[in-house]
């Protein structure tokens, strides 16, 4: 399944709305319009942003509030925005509102604004011998209506998703425990998750777009005696070696696959040919589709898909792990190398 949404910033009428206004064609004084989400003022957001489409009216109706409903709940931007829009509060407008806070404010229905998503972003951290670090990061959607979560509620869900992610890691997976993958080398310290929006698809090389996070990622530390831990007594690989988890949805194409990097594995799960053993590959796949049961059985979220150029979000459907170890070179820039010199000129 697939999530774009179409949002519009409604408008504050002007003069020549009057006459419809007072007719009341087509005019609905229901907010907010049904079926859609109104997203109140916050960065990135100038203005309070309608996402969806009314399931109500068709198309060309007006649904209509007012200003002083508007800015309920924003005390501390209600007086800026007043101050700002009182120059703009003149001629016939003003005898037919009498007061600022009644100034109408127009939704159109079928007048799109262009497509917009927002998503929830978390990371899961860990250390590497003490000494480096690896991420990886899943994103959570709600197709069909945009998740609308502040720094609190962001917090609250790290937890649950570190929760989770502790009890999937502990549990026998498919031929093996997931602890038994990895040596105590691997440490699972903190989930991170914040919120990010975007209106503005990315160009065929990645750049543009207009991404924002809606806030600072709010990071859960798991408690020291609970932290997720390999278990194997043997070393692990090099840092640097991952095992990639890919992650598919209905959408074909780079746009619709993702991609999760884990820590190195311990040194058994390597076979002839320098390939992973097919154990831990399915111990692996088992571990996240564990974690995906458990997440939307404790919340309302999905795991995802984003496709930045195309803006839509794509529910995950289904995960693949391959026996070719993945490089992740950032994970070995801590390590003392502690060099040979072999020889040096006289």
């Known amino acids: 399944m ?22 009341g064609d087509g005019v609905h004084h229901v907010w907010p319009p049904p079926g859609t989400t109104v997203i109140r003022v916050a960065y990135p957001e100038p203005w309070v942003l309608v996402s969806g489409e009314p399931t109500a ?23 800026q925005l007043l101050v700002s829009l009182a120059e703009l509060f003149t001629g016939p407008i003003v005898p037919f509102v009498g007061a600022i806070g009644r100034w109408p404010v127009i939704f159109e229905q079928g007048k799109s604004g262009g497509s917009y998503v927002r998503w929830i972003k978390s990371t899961m951290r860990g250390t590497l011998g003490g000494v480096e670090q690896f991420q990886f990061g899943i994103n959570w959607g709600n197709p069909g209506s945009d998740p609308d979560i502040d720094e609190t509620e962001a917090l609250a869900l790290a937890q649950v998703l570190g929760t989770q992610w502790g009890l999937a890691f502990s549990a026998a997976q498919t031929g093996a425990g997931t602890t038994a993958l990895f040596s105590p080398d691997v440490v699972f310290t903190e989930v991170g998750v914040t919120q990010c929006t975007q209106t503005s698809g990315t160009n065929a090389d990645g750049s543009g777009g207009n991404l924002e996070q809606d806030f600072e990622t709010a990071w859960w530390a798991y408690p020291t ?20 988890v890919t992650f598919h949805t209905d ?26 053993d097919t154990i831990p590959v399915h111990v692996a796949g088992d571990l996240f589709k564990r974690f995906f049961a458990n997440v939307e059985g404790a919340t309302t979220y999905e795991p995802v898909v984003v496709s930045r150029r195309r803006i839509v979000l794509n529910t995950i459907n289904q995960i693949t792990v391959g026996v070719i170890p993945d490089s992740q070179r950032r994970r070995r820039r801590s390590q003392d190398e502690a060099p040979y010199v072999a020889w040096t000129r006289p």
């Not at 697939?2 to 007719?23: E, G, H």
């Not at 109706?61 to 209600?78: E, P, R, S, Y």
């Not at 194409?253 to 076979?271: E, I, Q």
């Open 2 to 23: 697939s999530d774009t949404r179409v949002f519009q910033y409604p408008r504050l009428a002007t003069p020549a709305d009057i006459p419809r206004l007072i007719s």
């Open 57 to 79: 009216g068709e198309e060309g109706d007006w649904w209509v509030t007012d200003l002083a409903n508007i800015v309920v709940g924003q005390d501390a931007w209600k007086a």
């Open 225 to 244: 005696a609970t932290r997720p831990t390999g278990s194997q007594s043997y070393p692990p690989l090099p840092y640097e070696v991952a095992c990639a």
């Open 251 to 276: 959408k074909r194409g780079p746009s619709g696959r993702g991609r999760a990097y884990l820590p190195p594995f311990a040194t058994p799960v390597m076979v002839t040919g320098g390939k992973f």
